[in-house]
């Protein structure tokens, strides 16, 4: 699929806003052209039973045993990580039993030559009225306050399209903790992120050509 506009993840087109360097850059961004390609199959998503078993234990309020299942079910290979996600996100889930989850639409924030896809995981509608729009971000590099602000800054723009709106959370589940919006947006974060989306799907197109 050479010289295809690519469609990417939120977390995928935020790791490259903060891989340090060229090198770096074009190393990522070479390994998503390979993927690019390729249908995609639930069974090699890697999260997606960690993510089904949290958004199980929040919908029927059953504590943290299916995150268990998941962990005890794992592949060997996802093993640790399935563990280390399990050991932390247990008191998020837990803080959530009292809260309505919902299901939320996607939306994609389409640039000239990029476009990315912004998939929330859940809503949840607090106790008290509040709602969060989460996104789950499962990766082993901890978050940065950039990266974690360039996403939060993409579910916002994802918000007036969504069925529901609230504040957005990114949920770091490696150890479970929540980011939500500063009170001021970062400076030039706007243009920011429109300026290295032109530069993420150049070098797209170089590296696919």
Same mark, same amino acid.
């Not at 490259?16 to 060229?22: D, E, F, I, K, N």
């Not at 059953?62 to 299942?69: E, V």
């Not at 962990?71 to 932390?88: C, L, S």
């Not at 901890?142 to 579910?155: C, G, H, V």
């Given at each position: 699929?050479?010289?295809?506009? &690519?469609?990417?993840?939120?977390?995928?087109?935020?790791?490259?806003?903060?891989?340090?360097?060229?090198?770096?850059? %074009?190393?990522?961004?070479?390994?998503?052209?390979?993927?690019?390609?390729?249908?995609?199959? &639930?069974?090699?998503?890697?999260? !997606?039973?960690?993510?089904?078993? %949290?958004?199980?234990?929040?919908?029927?309020?059953?504590?943290?045993?299916?995150?268990?299942?998941?962990?005890?079910?794992?592949?060997?290979?996802? $093993?640790?990580?399935?563990?280390? %996600?399990?050991?932390?996100?247990?008191?998020?889930?837990?803080?959530?039993?009292?809260?309505?989850?919902?299901? $939320?639409? !996607?939306?994609?924030?389409?640039? &000239?030559?990029?476009?990315?896809?912004?998939?929330?995981?859940?809503?949840?509608?607090?106790?008290?009225?509040?709602?969060? @729009? @989460?996104? $789950?971000?499962?990766?082993? &590099?901890?978050?940065?306050?950039?990266?974690?602000?360039?996403?939060?800054?993409?579910?916002?723009?994802?918000?007036?399209?969504?069925?529901?709106?609230?504040?957005? @959370? %990114?949920?770091?589940?490696? !150890?479970?903790?929540?980011?939500?919006?500063?009170?001021?947006?970062?400076?030039?974060?706007?243009?920011?992120?429109?300026?290295?989306?032109?530069?993420?799907?150049?070098?797209?197109?170089?590296?696919?050509?």
């Amino acid at each position: 699929m050479a010289n295809a506009s &690519p469609v990417v993840a939120m977390a995928t087109f935020s790791d490259y806003l903060v891989a340090p360097g060229g090198n770096k850059r %074009i190393s990522l961004v070479r390994a998503q052209v390979t993927q690019f390609g390729e249908d995609y199959n &639930p069974g090699r998503d890697f999260y !997606r039973p960690m993510s089904l078993a %949290i958004q199980e234990a929040i919908r029927f309020r059953t504590g943290t045993a299916p995150i268990d299942r998941a962990v005890m079910n794992a592949r060997p290979r996802a $093993v640790d990580h399935f563990k280390e %996600i399990g050991d932390n996100v247990g008191k998020y889930v837990q803080r959530a039993q009292t809260a309505k989850i919902l299901d $939320v639409d !996607r939306w994609e924030w389409v640039q &000239p030559n990029v476009t990315v896809k912004i998939n929330p995981d859940f809503a949840l509608i607090r106790k008290d009225g509040h709602v969060e @729009v @989460v996104k $789950v971000y499962y990766k082993a &590099p901890e978050l940065t306050r950039f990266q974690a602000d360039a996403m939060l800054r993409l579910l916002q723009y994802a918000m007036p399209h969504l069925n529901v709106k609230g504040t957005p @959370v %990114i949920l770091e589940a490696r !150890r479970g903790k929540e980011w939500k919006p500063t009170p001021k947006l970062r400076a030039g974060l706007d243009d920011y992120l429109k300026s290295e989306a032109l530069a993420y799907g150049a070098l797209w197109q170089s590296l696919s050509a």
